[in-house]
């Protein structure tokens, strides 16, 4: 129901190993994610992890702490915004929260529509918020 609030998840180590592992699957191997000696002297001090490493991390978040509707099928249908207020540090840990915005029914099923909001440990402001928007297929 809107209004809802689910999570946090539980905390995901965000290592310089999985930011390796997404610049090698993304192709996306810029100084900031995989140099550690180039990045120290960069204006974060030390690697941080690509935007869309934080935003594919949601998924495993969502899994842990959404509720799963029985039979159907659901699938991730789009998303509405996405921003990352803050970096990401090599060697940090992530969470996330979701809040039900909208829920529509259809006959085919229904869509929900989420604010995500992801969180660092220790960080001041989230490193990633997001409007997601689920489908559930009867």
């Given at each position: 129901m809107p209004g809802d609030e689910f999570g946090p998840s539980s905390w995901i180590d965000v290592t310089q190993e999985r930011i390796d592992a997404f610049a090698d699957a993304t192709g996306d191997h810029q100084w900031i994610h995989v140099d550690p000696e180039r990045a120290a002297a960069g204006p974060f001090g030390t690697t941080i992890a690509h935007g869309y490493l934080t935003l594919s991390l949601i998924p495993a978040m969502t899994y842990e702490v959404l509720p799963?509707?029985?039979?159907?099928?659901?699938?991730?249908?789009?998303?509405?915004?996405?921003?990352f207020p803050a970096p990401v540090p090599s060697g940090s840990r992530v969470r996330g929260t979701f809040t039900v915005e909208s829920l529509e029914e259809s006959d085919w099923g229904y869509q929900v529509t989420m604010a995500a909001t992801v969180e660092r440990e220790g960080g001041e402001k989230p490193v990633c918020v997001a409007e997601l928007v689920f489908r559930h297929y009867r």
């Amino acid at each position: 129901m809107p209004g809802d609030e689910f999570g946090p998840s539980s905390w995901i180590d965000v290592t310089q190993e999985r930011i390796d592992a997404f610049a090698d699957a993304t192709g996306d191997h810029q100084w900031i994610h995989v140099d550690p000696e180039r990045a120290a002297a960069g204006p974060f001090g030390t690697t941080i992890a690509h935007g869309y490493l934080t935003l594919s991390l949601i998924p495993a978040m969502t899994y842990e702490v959404l509720p799963s509707p029985e039979g159907g099928m659901g699938l991730n249908y789009g998303l509405n915004r996405v921003r990352f207020p803050a970096p990401v540090p090599s060697g940090s840990r992530v969470r996330g929260t979701f809040t039900v915005e909208s829920l529509e029914e259809s006959d085919w099923g229904y869509q929900v529509t989420m604010a995500a909001t992801v969180e660092r440990e220790g960080g001041e402001k989230p490193v990633c918020v997001a409007e997601l928007v689920f489908r559930h297929y009867r």
